[in-house]
């Protein structure tokens, strides 16, 4: 990364920490004249976290933060892991004590003198070297996410079953276990979300096309969404007046970023809340060790009753339950955020009855998903919970 682009990213962040506040990707790369798309910034702030780290400074990435959740990207919870040798569900824990230190800092300067000073392309170096050990330690199992343009209405002896010709770009990179976002490409309207089947390319003599992808799917749609609301959330297409035809022909199949794919599979959930569709497999709580199971069982097992979740994130104010947190913060659409999470997992027989879910914050839901937890029963208005050692409580 150029030495002067780093130092304006620099000079932004610092100010955003004497301010005591956060700022998100888009309105960082805003900041920089869309000179760094917001997907291409978890670079250059990771250098800069590099660098701090070497000047005995907060990782300064912390302060930058994704517009829905509210806290960092995956990237700094497996950057602080490796610099200051914990794990991530620790980096996760103490990453709201990291942002304190942030705002509580006084010595940015010091990271801006070192900037405007000579050569930091030592830096940079180990940055890159640590970040494509990172990226080596994460590649493996990480399934792929696609948006096709398809119309099913040429497949309807198998809609499980979607055809592409050699021309199609991509077709043949799809692998098992990838994810595929799809609509149809007459109406524009997203069809669903689907899993590629364990053999994806199945050639039968009845079908024209040379390569078949088989898909199970993990949100299928009872009504129909207009993609096209979507499109301006989505990098994929730089030019958003022209999208349909970015994506036609030999393009109608683009990979998508793990950013996009969230921004699209959120839409596509709050559109079925909305909808009151529940014949789904995948809400933002569900539990991750589930992953595994076929689309069948998940949606036997999962299938949840989402009005007592919505019930009780407007009881407690869409904030967080554990005591002294009470985090919550506007979305675009005027609502507050919040994530329901079940005590006892659905997969382990937990009831789907209120007693069992809580409301939390983006960043305590993490910390009951990937920590060491135990809970405890309810006692009055409280629950005690430990969370790797330390005590919490679940104010009712």
């Known amino acids: 990364m150029k030495k002067d682009m780093l130092y304006d990213i620099a000079t932004i962040l610092v100010d955003v920490a004497n301010k005591k506040r956060t700022i998100t990707y888009k309105e960082l790369s805003v900041k920089l004249n869309q000179e760094i798309t917001p997907l291409n910034l978890g670079q250059p702030i990771g250098e800069l976290s590099y660098i701090s780290h070497d000047l005995g400074l907060p990782l300064i990435s912390v302060l930058v933060v ?22 991530e569900v620790d980096a996760m824990i103490d990453f709201q004590n990291e942002a304190a230190r942030a705002y509580e800092c006084t010595e940015w300067n010091r990271l801006l003198e070192h900037l405007s000073g000579e050569c930091i392309e030592e830096n940079v170096i180990r940055y890159m070297n640590l970040r494509k050990k990172v990226k080596k330690k994460t590649l493996n199992n990480k399934p792929k996410y696609w948006l096709i343009v398809h119309d099913i209405t040429a497949y309807e002896e198998n809609p499980r079953l979607l055809g592409f010709s050699d021309k199609i770009y991509n077709a043949k990179n799809i692998e098992a ?18 899993e590629v089947a364990e053999k994806p390319w199945i050639k039968e003599p009845r079908w024209i096309s040379e390569h078949q992808i ?47 794919y969230k921004t699209i599979e959120d839409y596509v959930i709050e559109c079925m809340i909305q909808n009151n569709e529940s014949g789904y497999a995948i809400l933002q709580e569900d539990d991750n060790d589930l992953i595994n199971e076929t689309i069948e069982v998940k949606i036997n097992r999962m299938k949840r009753y989402q009005s007592i ?33 079940h005590l006892e997992p659905l997969s382990e027989n937990g009831s789907q009855d209120s007693s069992n879910v809580v409301i939390l914050c983006p960043n305590h839901h993490r910390m009951f998903h990937y920590a060491n937890i135990a809970i405890h029963e309810q006692k009055g208005n409280k629950r005690k919970v430990i969370i790797n050692g330390e005590n919490y409580f679940i104010i009712y």
């Open 214 to 260: 088989e898909i199970t799917p993990i949100i299928e749609l009872e009504n129909e969404i207009d993609f096209e609301k979507v499109v301006p959330e989505i990098s994929l297409f730089t030019n958003k007046d022209r999208w349909y035809s970015h994506i036609q022909g030999t393009n109608a199949i683009r990979e998508l970023s793990d950013e996009d």
């Open 177 to 194: 276990k990838d994810i595929i976002v799809y609509y149809f490409s007459k109406s524009k309207a997203i069809k669903g979300i689907y």
């Open 309 to 341: 979740v919505n019930n009780l994130k407007n009881k407690y104010n869409n904030t967080c339950q554990i005591e002294g947190c009470n985090f919550t913060f506007k979305k675009k659409n005027g609502d507050y955020y919040s994530e329901g999470h």
């Open 66 to 87: 994704n517009q829905e959740t509210r806290i960092p990207g995956d990237g700094f919870f497996k950057l602080s892991s490796e610099l200051k040798k914990i794990n």
